[in-house]
């Protein structure tokens, strides 16, 4: 809090770099980001540079000298937000002490593990060929490197803000490139689903408040969203539920015993593989098709009186919710599991009102998808290379591009491909010029032509996330770093890259956006 306060009264930049933003906290986020931005590059080259290995080693040993009797100031952030999963949890009260947090209260265990082990590295703000630079230096290789290409890549973006998304999307057009997000080795498949069958949904407040059947399908949110159960889905007393649990029914269907079944009412053990066929004899159960018994056993491995005694509570049911995961979307069928997912869903509204959510990972995986689809139409896997946005994924999909050699260079923002990616992409990585973006030092980062440390966002940057359920929620940050935000340096490339092109083309420079074609 106090450092956005201390932030908005920096001067007002007239730069095109920010967008609208929807919420006082990110209104304020944008004015410091642009009155940051709009410095003269050196300065700021020298100012960003100088200060991360200096403060680097400053949030190591010295930190402000008050409050406490270790000689560290004491503050307290109340309702700050928690960006380590796509529950993205806004009622943590941070306890820091100078450069660390000591305390965080209501995270979960994932949560105190993200806030509690994060440490400012000592480390340069930024490396060229793994020699340190100045961020300047950085942002002018950067430029140079995506400008110049004839394919780059933009990929990531999912553990950073919808601020900075916007920009490399911006970036991302004004070099004619492809944009990925991680989506595409994730829920890529819902992706497209949505677009071919649409989504009946609600808010997580809803599902608190309303929420009678809770079904997890291919989730184990016990496990990887831990307070899904506890803040939204099934132990609240809500509106409507004024017992809480006791209100509500749980059905687990997944191919094994996970942790989550285990807190649920009914577990559903499915054939492995067989998740689009389950969803499929639940369709037509729902529209009252007759199946035959050996034949949906066979198929699903659940005898179809367990289908038939989910479709009747279903059909009982006054809300009910279908969350699902990687379970469904990774699996044989992938976009037709979700399809089906999707369509069940449509169709329960002839009995009763039924939503269906998928459960997100990243933290801001879903402001990636907003905020990609805002700027192009498309959620991820889209190409810009002809002026205008093309949506193909497997053809348009970062991990494609880069296993059939196609990239010719790239930029990853918060993301480790290295680390994930198959074998081909990542030999194909190594070869091409690449800039990286992210807090701590990983197997992209260590690769690449430019790596920038950045500050990490929700702890040092403010900014606004998407929930899992697309609402926004601003960004309440603990301290400020002695790094750059992913926005700053986003902003400095977007900037040089609208130069470079300007002046190849002829052209004066313009605000960022969809360029017409052949700009
Ligand atoms: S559930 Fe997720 S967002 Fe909430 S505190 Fe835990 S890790 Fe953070």
Redesign the pocket.
Known sequence: MEGLNRKANLPVAADGCASSAGSAAAASYHRTVDSRCSMARGDYGQTAGNGAAGNGKAAGGNGAASGSGNGHELKVIKDAT????????DD?DLTVEGHRIVEAE???V??KG?FLNHDIEDRPACLIAGQPASVAEGIERAAQILANAKYPLVYGLSDTTAESQRVAVGIADWIGGNVDTTTSVCHGPSGMAFQGVGEVTCSLGEVRNRGDLIIFWGSNPAES????FT?YSLMPKGQFLPNGRKDRTAVVVDVRKTKSAKAADIFIQIKPRADFEGLWTLRALANDVELDPAQVEADTGVPLATWQDLMDRMKRAKFGVLFFGMGVTMTRGKHANSEAVLALTRDMNRHTRFVCKPNRGH?NVTGADNVVTWRTGYPFGVNLGRGYPRFNPGEYTASDVLARGEADAAMIVASDPMANFSQPAREHLKRIPYVALDPKETPTTRHATVAFTVATYGINVPGTVYRMDDVPIPLRPAFESPFPSDYEILCGIERRVKALKAAANGLPQRRASLRPAGA
């Open positions: 928690c960006t380590f999963c796509g529950c993205v949890c943590i209501r995270a979960c994932l949560g993200w969203h831990p307070r899904h803040k933290g």
